[in-house]
């Protein structure tokens, strides 16, 4: 993983703080180390470098996304069933 460490840009290197909470920060460590990066430095320019070439999600889509994810554990759910019944849908 040491890639994350490379400077192929040629651009001066920075130092950036933030904040974070305890538990938050507990969470990357275990992530970090259980996904064999050298150190959580790396694991985080990685996780962003690739948020930044790869944007998967916009806010709206997470928050959708987490809402499904919440109806889901509340068993607000409809069957594939149902969904075709309401709306006219055949399966073929």
């Given at each position: 993983m040491s890639?994350?460490?490379?400077?192929d840009?040629?651009d001066d290197?920075?130092?950036?703080n933030?904040?974070l909470?305890?538990s938050?920060?507990e969470?990357i460590?275990?992530?970090?180390?259980?996904?064999?990066?050298?150190?959580?430095?790396?694991?985080?320019r990685?996780?962003?470098?690739d948020a930044?070439e790869f944007?998967?999600?916009?806010?709206?889509?997470l928050?959708?996304l987490l809402?499904a994810?919440?109806d889901?554990?509340?068993g607000r759910?409809?069957s594939a069933?149902?969904?075709?019944?309401r709306?006219?849908?055949?399966d073929?």
């Amino acid at each position: 993983m040491s890639e994350a460490d490379t400077n192929d840009g040629g651009d001066d290197i920075a130092t950036v703080n933030f904040k974070l909470t305890e538990s938050f920060l507990e969470q990357i460590d275990d992530t970090w180390q259980g996904r064999g990066f050298n150190s959580r430095s790396e694991f985080i320019r990685y996780t962003l470098r690739d948020a930044v070439e790869f944007p998967t999600f916009d806010r709206d889509e997470l928050v959708a996304l987490l809402e499904a994810e919440e109806d889901i554990r509340e068993g607000r759910t409809t069957s594939a069933e149902e969904a075709r019944e309401r709306f006219g849908t055949s399966d073929e």
